[in-house]
């Protein structure tokens, strides 16, 4: 699926989706599009009812008055009585009216909101991967927007609706030949519609696509903000901003002016009819076949017959772009992929025992491909990682409080390996099992609290570094305290004016690498993982500070695997296996690794910065 915009639908399309996409809203938002359209059936009631009001006055009022030069008072009275009732009971209906169409217009973003997020936390991470942020944000925002749009105008048009039909019953019994004059207005309406909508729906479905193009483009810029600046490509990216920007102006733009030509023309051509109507009606009263108080009646009820013509302009051009976002919308709730988990829970504690058999991942452009000759003949170069991405074939067991270092080139699959570890992605072959069960088979609750995996790039949260240790769950003080200061981070958060509330600001910019490495460390420790996974989590850290971490995590029952470089962190661990070509080329005690494997031996000394030997 691409959360990119769909082809513009045909008119025949346009209308079937448009038809289908009001019955979904009417469906999502019942109560309030209820209220609507009682409101807008009070308000068309008394609109009718107040032509006849008018034409009354115009007969028993206006008219005697004049020629008797004088008007009674009560009958003044009666005939402001009968004026202020109609349009206070207008006005209830416009109220109505006005908050049922809002009401379901913000219910449905809600709802349309909670559901694609709800799905977006579904999804896989690989799904994640082949959509950028931008569009994803934009799904979620100005898609949902566009998709409710289209509530907006519904009550009134139901009510009008029925205002139509009244009309149309009064017109014709009023005055037929006028009736026929009037109604003569309709195919040009008609055509003015269809016209607007041909022009108009290719123009909204590019304009909805740029607004996602726009706000992908803004969201790379924030989010690489740094590497802007450092690199000096400010104005790169403010040119690559204000193009699309823009085509997005250039679009909006175009949809203004089909507007601005559609909407004069739908107002004008009422406005034509009711000329032609009074010209006719006019010498119709000469002829003595009808009155002025009808003759005022019949011309504000075609007055009437315009309004609905407007609401029906108005439906129809939110059309193109709610159905364009509806689509958008519907291809993220639409969406297969899942990941699925069993039922069972953990009941044993303590350090979990973790086994990889034959396991094997691929990236999704990645082809399957024999490697094994290869990873025994061909040296370890750059070029020979990228032209591999994923794991071959891993097989290996962790006991149970074991710390295990994962060692290797880059891009030799020690990071996807972790992930799979945590069930970031399940592997295309093999299984991986934690205490002999496969993780397909624990629920994802229990898995969440069984399995922890810290990142090198941390992420916090724009809060106080409590918040972002307990991330709001009711751990208390004490917890808090402990897993800090076994990440080694309490010192440094104690010194701080604020302490455990300093807010950190977004991504945690008031922070070091190493000091958000730690905190995230404490988020990760606090929930007492059965399986943790440090993915080079303290390479922002001294080496003093990371042996202290290493050293702290030991007095947790937990088993530890380190994706790891350093020699000062490697030495910890009870057993180190060495990854190459995504396959597992030996393991072993550090020195043991270290005197039989020069491949191993020259990794680790290009990475200690004293080069000496263990």
């Known amino acids: 699926m ?16 448009g038809r289908t996409l009001i019955a979904r809203q009417l469906r999502r938002a019942p109560k309030e599009f209820a209220v609507g359209g009682v409101g807008t059936v009070v308000f068309a009631t008394m609109t009718i009812v107040s032509s006849f009001v008018i034409g009354w006055i115009t007969d028993t009022v206006l008219i005697p008055g004049v020629a008797a030069g004088e008007v009674a008072a009560s009958t003044l009275a009666g005939a402001a009585l009968a004026v202020l009732g109609v349009a206070a009971a207008r006005g209830v209906g416009i109220t109505m009216r006005r908050m049922g169409a809002y009401f379901a217009q913000y219910r449905l973003q809600y709802r ?20 950028p942020t931008g569009q994803l944000l934009s799904n979620v925002n100005e898609d949902v927007e566009a998709a409710s749009f289209i509530a907006a105008p519904l009550p009134m048009a139901f009510g009008v609706v029925v205002m139509l039909a009244i009309t149309g019953i009064l017109l014709v019994l009023t005055d037929p030949f006028l009736a026929l004059i009037g109604f003569s207005v309709g195919p040009a309406l008609a055509a003015a519609n269809y016209t607007f909508q041909r022009r108009m729906r290719a123009v909204a479905a590019k304009a909805q696509r740029l607004r996602a193009e726009v706000a992908e483009i803004a969201h790379e810029s924030f989010d690489a903000a740094l590497v802007v600046k450092t690199l000096g490509r400010e104005d790169a990216e403010v040119g690559r901003f204000g193009a699309q920007s823009d085509a997005l102006r ?27 109507v009074l010209a006719v009606g006019a010498w ?33 051009g939110e059309l193109p772009r709610s159905v364009v976002g509806m689509d958008r919308v519907e291809g993220v709730l639409g969406e297969q992929e899942s990941v699925a988990y069993g039922a069972h829970a953990p009941t044993s504690w303590g350090g979990a025992a973790a086994r990889a058999e034959s396991v094997g991942y691929l990236y999704p452009e990645t082809e399957y491909e024999d490697l094994s000759k290869a990873a025994r003949t061909a040296p370890t ?45 399940d592997p295309d072959r093999g299984e991986i099992c934690l205490d002999g069960r496969g993780l397909v088979e624990f629920d994802r609750t229990s898995l969440a609290g069984s399995v922890g995996i810290v990142f090198q790039e941390t992420f916090l949260f724009n809060d106080s570094i409590y918040t972002n240790i ?18 080694q981070a309490h010192d440094f958060i104690a010194a701080l004016e604020d302490g455990y509330a300093t807010v950190v600001g977004e991504r945690g910019a008031s922070l070091s690498g190493g000091q958000r490495q730690r905190i995230a460390l404490a988020r990760a420790i606090i929930r007492r993982p059965r399986l943790l996974v440090l993915d080079d989590a303290t390479s922002a850290v001294d080496p003093a500070v990371e042996s202290a971490i290493l050293a702290g995590l030991r007095q947790l029952d937990t088993t530890v695997v380190i994706v790891a ?50």
């Open 470 to 487: 307990t991330l709001g769950e009711p751990f208390d003080e004490a917890e808090v305290l402990a897993a800090a200061k076994i990440a």
């Open 112 to 131: 349309d909101r909670i559901e694609v997020t709800n799905r977006y936390l579904e999804l896989p991470i690989e799904w994640h991967r082949r959509h």
């Open 565 to 614: 470089y350093r020699r000062s962190s490697i030495v910890l661990a009870d057993e180190v296996i060495y990854l190459d070509y995504g396959r597992v080329i030996d393991r072993g005690a550090h020195d043991e690794l270290y005197a039989r494997l020069p491949a191993y031996r020259a990794l680790i000394d290009a990475y200690d910065t004293q080069g000496d030997a263990p």
């Open 381 to 425: 170069t750059a070029a020979a990682d990228d032209d591999r991405r994923g794991i071959e074939s891993v097989t290996l067991s962790v006991a149970p409080g074991q710390t295990v270092a994962l060692v290797g080139p880059t891009g030799s699959g020690k990071s996807t390996f972790a992930h799979l570890l945590v069930r970031l992605f």
């Open 250 to 276: 250039d679009r909006m733009v175009e949809v203004g002016k089909l507007r601005a030509s559609f909407d004069p023309l739908i107002e004008a051509l009422p406005t034509i009819g009711i000329l032609a």
């Open 2 to 17: 691409s959360t990119g915009t769909p082809s513009p639908p045909t008119d025949v399309a346009l209308l079937g989706r």
């Open 284 to 316: 119709r009263v000469d002829q003595g076949a009808l009155s002025a108080g009808d003759l005022v009646t019949f011309a504000y009820l075609f007055g009437l017959v315009a309004l609905p013509m407007r609401v029906f302009g108005w439906l129809l």
